[in-house]
């Protein structure tokens, strides 16, 4: 009988008439601790890789490919759509890293960045990661307050999908080194991903996270753009940084 413990071969069901008025309460915060282990589960696979210690000299001889997009101010990628490749420069170093991981194993659908991280090594995607983490950062700078002002509709958005309590007040100090800094990068860019967070059954678009997925799917396409323009207007520290070869 269903609400019934039985013996035997069905000894593991559980008498729902067991539980104590307090239950709803008890089971919410079952329910918030397994998400939190959700969260850093999605970190756990790539710790691996993230592990290897990065070398920013050895990451400015395999970085080539790299700066053909990301050392262009403006460059712009027509893939899914048209928009501003994200600025890299000042980027965290282990978000770099899992980026890249996504990108070689598929759970970020591009093309191109599949095609450049899956013929790179742990180790080519560490020292990569080293060199654009340093690119362009300024050690003496102050650090970022939490972000104020802009966009009345933007700010009412970002503080409901919750983004500061990953990405920081400031929108540029994570909690977690492998979340990226997101205030100052394009808004196009931002737009683009955002969007990629809600596609479902595309084998060429989308990105697999659970967390981002979440947000993502609370709101609707023109609240995105909302979000990634208000986000973008804030003061960060990312940069586009171009080289000689490319000026």
């Known amino acids: 009988m ?15 008439y067991q539980f104590p008025p307090d239950c709803p309460r008890k089971m919410n915060q079952l329910l918030r601790s397994f998400l939190a282990l959700v ?11 993230q592990d290897i210690k990065g070398d920013a000299k050895a990451g400015e001889k395999k970085n ?32 770099i890293v899992s980026s890249l991981n996504a990108y070689k194993k598929g759970e970020r659908k591009h093309p191109s960045m599949r095609g450049v991280a899956g013929s790179m090594s742990d180790q080519d ?10 690119l362009g950062v300024d050690a003496n700078a102050k650090p970022l307050e939490k972000v104020s002002g802009g966009s009345a ?28 800094l997101i205030a100052g990068q394009y808004s196009d860019y931002l737009y683009v991903a955002l969007k990629s967070y809600k596609a479902e059954a595309n084998p060429q678009v989308g990105r697999g996270n659970a ?37």
Not at 39 to 49: E, G, H, Q
Not at 125 to 134: C, I, K, P
Not at 162 to 174: F, I, R, T, Y
Request: one cysteine or more.
């Open 2 to 16: 269903a609400g019934v413990r039985e013996e035997g071969r069905y000894n593991s069901r559980i008498d729902l």
């Open 39 to 49: 969260v850093a589960s999605v970190t756990i696979a790539p710790a691996f890789a």
């Open 64 to 95: 080539a490919t790299c700066l053909g997009c990301h050392a262009i101010i403006g460059y712009q990628a027509s893939f899914p759509e048209v928009y501003k490749v994200p600025k890299i420069a000042g980027q965290g170093e282990k978000y």
């Open 125 to 134: 995607m560490a020292d990569v990661a080293a060199y654009f983490s340093a």
């Open 153 to 180: 509709k933007g700010q009412e958005l970002v503080t409901k999908g919750a983004c500061a309590s990953c990405h920081g007040e400031s929108l540029s100090k994570p909690i977690d080194p492998s979340y990226p």
């Open 211 to 247: 967390i981002m997925g979440g947000v993502a799917k609370q709101f609707s396409n023109a609240e995105l753009k909302e979000i990634a323009n208000y986000v973008a207007s804030m003061p960060g520290v990312l940069k586009t940084v171009p080289q000689n070869r490319f000026r």
